[in-house]
């Protein structure tokens, strides 16, 4: 058994799947573990100290935003859950997928990324060619996601023939049609306008609350987009990049236009905002 240290909190560990979180009470600890980041740092090879010692865990089905201002090592925590960055020290720990051997898990980015010269469909099923997906069963798994995103119209669509939002829409498609268990999101929809947005972001929550198991985790800088989103919220601070807080939205309130302007949204709001204000007054969270 270790012992790990969260700012004034110390949370007792005893195995792999056991959690040491800022806020360790807010977490719904009857799912299992699928992504962990213990003790991880990240110092780059020119010296920049992204992030320090940040302690995350991501249990099965849930919807976990990484907020925080530019800079705060937000995209590189997500790029060692995606074994894409390595940790200079600690570890990332993926528990369900050294079970099974294989790493359920895709990727979106803030640009959509689509190939200019194929169709949508085309641009959908290219992870399943490359991994060697029959061709009947790709073009189901296809047909399926463009559905869940609402582009079950426009799959004989080239990207330059879509919107900004619906290119983005695609890119989920993309990423759903390998039937990840866990779904990593860096600023989707950082690049939209604010009403596309907020549809996307409806769309997504509904998508999440569809899929019973998925497991996502998504980047933003907005406080707003945070808590719509997410069933918890792990706050992070810069210089160096850390964890300074995790907030549960702990609500059964139907994620729609009403909940964005309820007394409820608006409290959220101020917790997340009062995180990172004291953070960069150089305090400490309140977990
Ligand atoms: N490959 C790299 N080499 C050197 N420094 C890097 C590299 N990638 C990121 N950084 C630096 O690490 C720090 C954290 O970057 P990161 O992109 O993780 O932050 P972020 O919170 O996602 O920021 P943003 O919201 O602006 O994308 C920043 O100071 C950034 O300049």
Not at 39 to 61: C, F, I, M, Q
Not at 96 to 125: C, I, S, Y
Not at 227 to 252: E, H, N, Q, Y
Request: charged share 25%.
């Amino acid at each position: 058994m270790s012992e790990a240290t969260t700012g004034d909190k110390r949370v007792k560990r005893d195995d792999d799947t056991a959690v040491a979180l800022p806020g360790a009470g807010a977490v719904d600890l009857s799912s299992p573990v699928v992504l962990q980041a213990d003790g991880v740092e990240k110092v780059y090879p020119n010296g920049t100290h992204a992030l320090d010692r940040a302690d995350v865990a991501v249990r099965r089905g849930e919807f976990v935003s990484l907020l925080g201002p530019s800079g705060c090592g937000k995209s590189t925590l997500l790029k060692m859950f995606a074994g894409l960055e390595e940790p200079s020290s600690g570890r990332i720990v993926r528990p369900e997928a050294a079970a099974k051997g294989r790493r359920d898990m895709a990727m979106v980015f803030q640009e959509a990324t689509l190939m200019p010269w194929a169709r949508v469909t085309e641009n959908a099923r290219l992870p399943l060619d490359l991994a060697g997906v029959p061709k009947a069963e790709g073009n189901a798994r296809v047909a399926e996601a463009l559905q869940l995103v609402g582009l079950g119209e426009f799959g004989r669509c080239y990207p330059r023939e879509l919107s900004g939002g619906m290119q983005m829409r695609a890119s989920i498609a993309r990423a759903l049609a390998v039937k990840p268990n866990v779904l990593l999101m860096d600023e989707p929809f950082g690049a939209l306008d604010e009403f596309t947005r907020n549809r996307l972001d409806a769309d997504l929550r509904g998508l999440w609350e569809e899929q019973k198991e998925l497991t996502v985790v998504f980047v933003t800088h907005s406080i707003y987009e945070a808590v719509f989103l997410s069933s918890r919220v792990v706050v992070m601070a810069a210089r160096p990049g850390r964890v300074i807080a995790d907030v549960k939205i702990d609500t059964d309130a139907p994620r729609d236009e009403a909940f964005r302007v309820s007394t409820q949204f608006i409290d959220y709001c101020r917790v997340l905002s009062e995180h990172l204000v004291r953070a960069n007054r150089g305090e400490r969270g309140v977990h």
